[in-house]
């Protein structure tokens, strides 16, 4: 009788975004070309401060009607150690033309913090965007900032002065939910994660009110680790009473599957509407 051999899981090769996307320069400074030339057209309020660090800062677009609806925060990625929210500003288009107010933030950079300082640097900054528009807020995310918007989905509001509900739905593109497999890639030298941290960190083992709502994305090229990651959430939060969605983004790899936010027509930006449209209003 035959044994049966385990697969061994390369990590490094799993978890190295940019080495599956040879061409991720070019596309990361086309986001920030993009990123200027909206904020050039775009009337906004910039650099708003949710917190005391330099980079705690957000940017809150307004839609030109006002149609009531809660309001957007996107998080951006770079795996907690890198970018800023002035490479993302144009991923607001989409959801503008929705009738939806959008903040952009920026968060602190491990490895001068680690991840638990940004949770709560990004905590921050939904009870700012919720503040300055009045309104329940759902939280999208890429990559590590799909991690940081099931982090909010998955937080007590009510020991925060807020509502319990303030955050209703999450939208994770890319999202990492258990960091456990990142101690064993050099992406960790800056993380500084061990497995006991990596599992406190982890969305995944989290507690979650059962009214809420997530939607992982994944792109269709992504490595398997991604789509493991997103599917294991999905399960794993919907057997707990949430209302979860597994989606794949046709012909998109880790780097272009957020580019479809600029179209107010995309599948993901109208999936993405519906939440806040379907979202209770503050």
């Known amino acids: 009788m035959r044994a049966t051999r385990r697969r061994t899981i390369n990590y490094e090769r799993e978890y190295d975004n940019r080495g599956r996307v040879p ?11 993009e990123a200027a030339a909206f ?3 775009q009337s906004g309020e910039f650099d708003l ?5 330099p980079r705690e800062k957000l940017d809150l677009f307004r839609p030109p009607r006002d149609a ?6 996107f998080i951006h990625g770079g795996y907690w ?3 800023d929210k002035n490479g993302f500003s144009h991923l607001a288009a989409g959801m503008l033309a929705h009738d939806v107010p959008v903040a952009v933030a920026g968060y602190p950079l491990c490895p001068e913090v680690p991840i638990a300082f ?13 503040e300055r528009t009045g309104r329940r807020v759902v939280v999208a995310g890429h990559s590590a900032g799909g991690h940081l918007a099931a982090a909010m989905l998955a937080t007590d509001w009510s020991n925060r002065s807020a509502d319990a509900d303030l955050v ?6 890319s999202g990492l939910f258990d960091l456990e497999p990142l101690t064993h890639t050099s992406v960790n030298a800056a993380l500084r994660l061990d497995v006991e941290t990596a599992r406190a960190l982890s969305p995944l083992y989290w507690p979650v009110a059962r009214d809420r709502r997530l939607d992982a994305w994944v792109g269709a090229h992504e490595s398997d680790a991604y789509h493991r990651q997103s599917v294991d959430v999905v399960r794993v939060w919907g057997e707990a009473g949430v209302d979860t969605e597994y989606h794949v983004v046709t012909d998109a790899d880790h780097f272009r599957v957020i580019q479809p936010l600029v179209d107010p027509t995309s599948p993901l930006t109208t999936r993405l509407a519906s939440f806040c449209t379907a979202a209770p209003l503050a």
């Open 118 to 130: 940004i949770v709560e640097a990004i905590r921050k900054a939904v009870l700012l965007t919720a």
């Open 49 to 53: 401060a949710y917190g005391d660090h």
């Open 68 to 73: 009531g609806r809660p309001a957007l925060l």
């Open 168 to 173: 209703p739905s999450a939208l994770a593109i």
């Open 39 to 41: 904020r050039q057209r």
């Open 23 to 33: 061409e991720h320069p070019a596309i990361i400074d086309g986001w920030y070309t």
């Open 81 to 83: 150690q890198a970018l």
